[in-house]
């Protein structure tokens, strides 16, 4: 086969076997997540080929959305966790209990908790830490404030959120470290970030990250933010993004068909 055959087949981003997460927040009720999931399960030949495919419905279509995705090779993952594993905390619902109906992921310091539930960084750590005895995979997610943009003050945010999620942390081997760079500015707004900035940041967060977890623990790092298909292979075509992180444009059929078929 040709070289630019070859390239072509996979759309330029190669050999990179990438990293496809949706967040359906609190978009879709247990029917609909059914649905949809059975709908994700039915258009799995169209996922690129080794692609790493995880799903992250609310906590009550968890275990529907699990058996709807049973003989596929998606992931499920929470949106939320608490740090302590059982308990008089109404409400919450712990890494480990997700761990237990069939959970691999977390989300843990998304942008929609650190402002909407004043979320700290030092309560994004403590997740992590009980995710990782779980084990669940933490997918901790990064951002500056629109302010915080404006004031210059992005590198500095980004900064202190990975060394609070990550400074001396005991890290598993067999557990990857995936980082989710979401500007809140940009989630669920409409207005991505441009993607040379998104790639920018992304080898930034990738060289700090680096420093800040044990020596062999090499960070993913992903980008989140208003994805669409207009702009998914911008994102994944970048040589320090390994992915994206997709919310509302992957909690309908019409949009997540239009999303693969850029990716085909
Ligand atoms: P969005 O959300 O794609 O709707 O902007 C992204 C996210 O919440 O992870």
Redesign the pocket.
């Known amino acids: 086969m040709q070289i630019c055959e070859f390239a072509s087949q996979y759309k330029f981003f190669g050999m990179k076997k990438i990293y496809l997460f949706a ?1 359906w ?1 609190m978009y879709l009720d247990v029917a609909e997540s059914k649905k949809l999931a059975a709908a994700y399960a039915s258009e799995r030949a169209n996922f690129p080929r080794d692609s790493v495919v995880a799903i992250f419905p609310s906590a009550l279509s968890f275990s529907t959305v699990g058996e709807a995705i049973t003989g596929t090779t998606f992931a499920l993952g929470a949106q939320n966790t608490f740090w302590i594993d059982k308990g008089g905390y109404t409400g919450e619902v712990s890494a480990v209990m997700f761990k237990n109906v069939g959970g691999k992921y977390a989300l843990v310091g ?3 908790r650190r402002h909407l539930f004043s979320e700290s960084n030092h309560e994004v750590r403590q997740k992590i830490d009980t995710m990782l005895t779980a084990p669940l995979t933490p997918v901790l ?1 990064v951002g500056e404030t629109l302010q915080e943009k404006k004031d210059g003050k992005t590198m500095e945010v980004l900064e202190a959120q990975l060394r609070a999620a990550y400074m001396d942390i005991a890290w598993p081997k067999n557990i990857e470290a995936i980082i ?1 760079y ?1 500007p809140v500015w ?4 409409g207005e991505a970030c441009e993607p040379e900035e998104a790639e920018k940041i992304a080898g930034l967060i990738h060289d700090w990250a680096t420093k800040l977890l044990p020596k062999g623990i090499s960070p993913v790092v992903l980008y ?4 669409r298909e207009e702009n998914i292979l911008d994102y994944i075509n970048q040589p320090h993004l390994a992915g994206v ?5 992957s909690t309908k059929l019409s949009s997540l068909l239009g999303l693969l078929g850029q990716l085909k």
């Open positions: 967040n927040k998304h942008a929609e997610c989710a979401e940009a989630v669920g707004s989140g933010g208003s994805v992180l997709v919310g509302g444009a």
